[in-house]
């Protein structure tokens, strides 16, 4: 059960369930928990900046980021971000939505592993790459209250997740040479993941 944090809700209705069962059914606990902080950073993120943003879309899309980075979504043509777009378009499409708003949970899941979007440019797409990167590598860590940051840990652990995330890249990374995960694993992007100060 998905539950607010420092003051930061989560949305309610069928879509986020949907998102957040088939997360929780398909990634394990620590890949779940990461997907769930990455929705909460961003959110946290747009109200500090008092940007508007569309909850229900940043959540979904939040929560089925990384799903094709397991083995039963795992794409061995597609960058994962492309796969799970794909996955996005249809589990939307289940739930009714419009093909551009199933069209913008793919785009924001494929730009989260682009270069940044400029709030202004696209508000969601850029909370989401906001609320990855502060819990994978750290960056933008400091623009987040350690109150806040604290209450996200304790309420969703990190159980491991650095170490277990950097497998999962080093994985694509093999399989996809060409692929945005191959290039930050050709950097130094392993060792900045493992000394988040998250944890």
């Known amino acids: 059960m ?13 879509a986020a369930e949907a998102a957040r069962m088939v997360c929780e ?17 961003g959110a946290a ?17 939040a929560l089925l980021h990384d ?7 795992d794409s061995h043509t597609l960058p994962f971000e492309e796969a ?4 996005a378009r ?8 419009p093909t551009r708003r199933r069209d913008r949970a793919a785009e924001l899941i494929v730009l989260h592993m682009r270069e940044d979007v400029a709030p202004e440019v696209d508000v969601e797409s850029r909370l989401l790459q906001v609320g990855t990167s502060a819990d994978v590598s750290g960056a933008g860590l400091e ?18 997740f650095a170490r277990s995330f950097v497998r999962l890249f080093q994985d694509q990374a093999a399989r996809k040479p060409g692929c945005a995960a191959a290039e930050l694993v050709a950097g130094a992007w392993a060792e900045r993941t493992a000394s988040n100060p998250l944890g």
């Open 2 to 14: 998905l539950i607010e944090v420092a003051g930061v809700p989560v949305p309610g209705g069928r």
């Open 25 to 41: 059914e398909y990634a394990d606990k620590a890949l779940y928990h990461h997907s769930v902080r990455s929705y909460f950073f």
């Open 45 to 61: 993120w747009a109200e500090t900046q008092g940007l508007d943003f569309d909850r229900e879309l940043l959540f979904v899309s």
């Open 67 to 73: 799903l094709a980075l397991v083995p039963p979504f």
């Open 84 to 87: 799970g777009g794909h996955l």
């Open 90 to 97: 249809v589990l939307t499409a289940g739930l009714g939505w």
């Open 143 to 160: 623009t987040f209250d350690p109150s806040f940051r604290d209450a996200l840990v304790a309420a969703y652990p990190r159980l491991g």
